[in-house]
């Protein structure tokens, strides 16, 4: 099959010039409006692209899955996550599953870091109080937060975003501590002078600040629960830039309206785009829409890797993203 004539579908609006660049390279059916596909708009795209390129708001689980044509041979997901994607599923149909790791870590990583600068120092109250006529100057014990330095930051999930936190956050003081899956190397540790933990709930009652840098699966769904919640510091606070579903969202108003947590910063939602009211009213919860990788400069990269998972694969040769499963 030629390249020109692949017919590829991309379900999101993404930058021009990588837009441009697959119109140049593929048939390439754009959306050009940017909404989000229906389900019946997804079945419809894999029943006759030969290409799928979706985005972290298309749910791909295996009913759909099941509906795909027999044309459908990949899925470039555009995005490093593939938790949308019932991967097994795919590659029991012989569908090829790529994505893009990488180019996003440090736009999440800064993302991530100005929460853990602005939860403690208060500053996303201290402006909404300035937007509101409520300053009336300054005073010795008025709007008083933490202190950063010397304060324990711990990191669930010490992948790339992970550790380019620790990069940032050792710059302010921080002292670090971690809990991943496999302990990393001894070099990778005294880097970022980061200390392991065995087990989640040492991590819990020692940190000041949680950051959560883990991917969404069934093991990680609502890790952060009311039992883990209990288990940490009173006055700590929680950051999430990974993914909604790992936080019960439930258990984080209560600890956040009780004054258990003393605030959060939080960049994913577990029904986006609906966002809980009582977490945008709270004063101390610094709530974002999910922009931890809008970066012209890593969407642009994205979207060139997504085309590079393309070409690889149409010269038949194994994309250098191709995401693996245990079959």
Partial sequence: MSAKKLKVVVTRKLPAPVELRLKELFDARLNNDDHPFTQEELVEAMQTADVLVPTVTDKLDRRIMARA?????????????VDNIDVQSAVQRGITVTNTPGVLTDDTADVAMALILSV?????EGAQIMNTGGFDGWTPTWMMGRRLAGKRLGIIGMGRIGQAVAYRAKAFGLDIVYHNRKRQPEAVERMFGATYVDTLGELLETADILTLHCPSNPQSHHMIDRQAIGRMKDGACLIN??????VEQEALVAALESGKLAGAGLDVYPDEPNVDP??????????LPHIGSATREGREESGL???ANIRMWVDGHR????VLTGL
Avoid: Y
Avoid at 69 to 81: C, H, K, S
Avoid at 120 to 124: A, I, N, Q, V
């Fill in 278 to 287: 009582r977490l945008i009213r709270h004063p101390n919860v610094m709530t």
């Fill in 305 to 307: 890797k997504v085309i």
């Fill in 120 to 124: 403690p120092r208060r500053l996303f």
């Fill in 319 to 322: 994309p250098p993203d191709q």
């Fill in 241 to 246: 830039t990974a993914r909604g579903d790992l």
């Fill in 69 to 81: 044509g027999d044309q459908l041979r990949l899925i470039a997901q555009f995005g490093a996550g």
